[in-house]
Nanobody
């Protein structure tokens, strides 16, 4: 099992940037993190959690939904057991709670149901 902790959220003006981090911890995290594909999702109150981006276990392949395509970049550092989401040109509509997640063995990389482990989320608020 892996525990995920997000950080880096906060209040930013429209047009600004934020870099979210998600660190994995747990007894076996350092050896197992590199075996998990990872994803970033976001959720507004009363709405479904939506995929933003995903990255393969090695980091060689990245995937984006249309939500933030061209404005977000997902990356990972397996030596640090950490995945990142760099977000640029932020808009007020990007205001959400952002979650990172570790994917299970089956399912699509951009499907919420494919992910087994979730962080607690970090709030991103973009002011106009």
């Amino acid at each position: 099992q892996v525990q995920l902790v997000e950080s880096g959220g906060g209040l930013v003006q429209a047009g600004g940037s934020l870099r979210l981090s998600c660190a994995a911890s747990g007894r076996t995290a350092s050896s197992t993190f590199s075996t998990y594909a990872m994803g970033w999702f976001r959720q507004a109150p009363g709405k479904e959690r939506e995929a933003v981006a995903a990255i393969s276990s090695s980091g060689s392949n990245t995937y984006y939904t249309d939500l933030m395509k061209g404005r977000a970049t997902i990356s990972r550092d397996n030596a640090k057991s950490t995945v990142y989401l760099q977000m640029n040109s932020l808009k007020p509509d990007d205001t959400d709670v952002y979650y990172c997640a570790a994917k299970g063995l089956f399912g699509s990389l951009l499907s919420r149901g494919s992910y087994n482990y979730w962080g607690q989320g970090t709030q991103v608020t973009v002011s106009s």
